[in-house]
């Protein structure tokens, strides 16, 4: 699984749960990535006219590099995307 870096920093921001994204992190199955810097104008232009967040931007970039989908709980972050763009939509589990 990727994951992009500027998603990592904008969750450890704002997650109770710092032991569960350490573990997602660190995981044997988890890359992160991270924007080459040739990049730079691709994600200014997503994140100011397109997504309007820099981690969410990332995200969609890197589904973009790598021809995969980015899974999210906030799929309309990514609605300015054509057909909105490649995103997966994560629910949560309902309460048992």
């Known amino acids: ?37 040739d990049y730079w104008q691709s994600l200014a232009i997503m994140t100011h006219e397109i997504v309007g967040r820099a981690d969410a931007a990332s995200a969609a ?11 999210t709980a906030w799929p ?6 054509d057909n909105g763009g490649p995103v997966l939509l994560l629910e949560e589990p309902a309460d048992e």
């Open 1 to 37: 699984m990727g994951l992009p870096v500027l998603c990592v920093a904008e969750a450890s921001r704002s997650t109770p749960a710092r032991d569960h994204l350490e573990l997602l992190v660190n995981h044997h199955a988890t890359r992160l990535l991270a924007l080459d810097a």
């Open 76 to 81: 309309a972050l990514y609605a300015g995307l």
């Open 61 to 71: 970039l890197a589904a973009l590099l790598h021809d995969c989908h980015v899974l």
